[in-house]
């Protein structure tokens, strides 16, 4: 990936989740007609994230529903719904999106859709809403690659580390995803107690920004970070949980480090106007299921949605986890709702503060 300072895009940013074959609700539909042949089209944010998706649940779900089969393709933007939308040429049927970004737009961007057959008892609050379905928590952990500071007593600990240029020299990467904590770290790291976060001071989070911007890369996608911590071009970085294993996996020596650690849900909606809204939603129920859930969790190390689900992870999935014991610090989620009123604003902001 070329070195680049600043990214002009924001992305939704979502990895991988897994499904397994069972289908919500009852009724009939094209996704129950063994004759109606459905292709849906499914965007998220490539890379390993969507490799674990379609090995994980698209696969097995044609597997059981041999009508339905895939055609995937990324990014999620949100810009390219609004078009397809507008134009009345819907193509995307299933989106990762962030939930905020859906509910703003629920009944104009984004179908409503009926989750009733969804079973709720052992979900998280915030997984089912008329417009999305949470697939899981990301968690965005600030790391550092463990040769870029190889003693652990003079190690970065903390999130006003991450802003120390003169104590921790180096290069730093974000992502410019408003999922993915770029403007409540900053506020953190100046001062801002976790739980007097909402409703973000936006000028504050972009001025200490300020402070950091000549060394860091603000990378338009998860991809384009993972790709950037993988080949050395950044020291600190800010990255969700899903994208840290498979860079350890890989053999990335990286260090979490559990100060203050935003979460955030992820989700998935379908466009308003596309030709497969039944069997998009059918699709997406599964997602939910304690053995979807449980499935995504082991591959990818992000925070189960479903209580019910029994993990079993790998070592490097456990170092990652936020409800973990190695969290010994302070857990911080989103609020999905003061986004939802203001998505659009900030994601505004912060476009003229990147390209300013």
């Known amino acids: 990936m070329p070195k680049t300072r600043r990214a002009l895009a924001v992305l939704s940013a979502a990895v991988a989740v897994a499904l397994l074959a069972g289908c919500g609700g009852g009724g009939t539909s094209a996704a129950n007609d063994p004759d109606g042949k459905i292709t ?9 994230g969507q490799k674990a998706m379609i090995s994980s649940y698209q696969k097995p779900y044609s597997a059981a529903h041999t009508n339905i089969s895939f ?33 703003q737009n629920c009944g104009k961007l984004f179908e409503k859709l009926d989750f009733s057959d969804v ?25 550092y690659r463990t040769d870029a500071y190889p003693d652990p007593s003079k190690a970065p600990k903390t999130v006003a580390d991450f802003f120390d240029l003169k104590k921790f020299p180096g290069k730093r990467g974000m992502l410019t995803n408003l999922q993915n904590g770029i403007l409540e770290y900053p506020l953190l790291a100046d001062g801002v107690a976790p739980d007097k ?19 860091t890369t603000f990378a338009p996608n ?6 950037a911590a993988g080949a050395g071009q950044v020291d600190m970085f800010i990255m969700p949980d899903s994208r840290l294993v498979p860079l350890m996996n890989s053999g990335t020596k990286i ?30 129920e599964t997602v939910v299921s304690p053995e979807g859930v449980k499935a995504i969790s082991e591959a990818l190390g992000t925070q189960p949605i479903n209580k019910n689900a029994k993990l079993d992870l790998s070592e490097n999935a456990k170092k990652v ?36």
């Open 119 to 143: 079973d709720k008892s052992g979900l998280v609050d915030g997984v089912v809403s008329d417009c999305y379905l949470a697939n899981w928590i990301n968690a965005n952990p600030i790391a």
């Open 222 to 227: 998860v991809g384009a970070l993972q790709q």
């Open 40 to 48: 849906l089209t499914f965007t998220a944010y490539g890379g390993d």
């Open 197 to 215: 976060l909402y409703p973000l001071d936006v000028p504050r989070a972009l001025k200490k920004l300020d402070t950091i911007r000549a060394s």
């Open 321 to 356: 986890q936020v409800a973990g014991p190695q969290n010994t610090g302070v857990t911080v989620q989103q609020d999905v709702g003061w986004y939802a009123k203001n998505f659009d604003q900030v994601t505004t902001q912060l476009n003229n503060w990147l390209v300013g």
């Open 255 to 284: 260090t979490v480090i559990w100060d203050k650690t935003v979460t955030a849900l992820n989700a998935f909606a379908v466009p308003k106007g596309s030709p497969n809204k039944e069997a998009a939603r059918r699709f997406i």
């Open 71 to 103: 055609v995937n393709t990324s990014p999620p933007d949100l810009a390219q719904v609004k078009a397809q939308v507008l134009s009345k040429s819907v193509k995307w049927d299933v989106v990762a999106v962030a939930p905020a970004a859906a509910q």
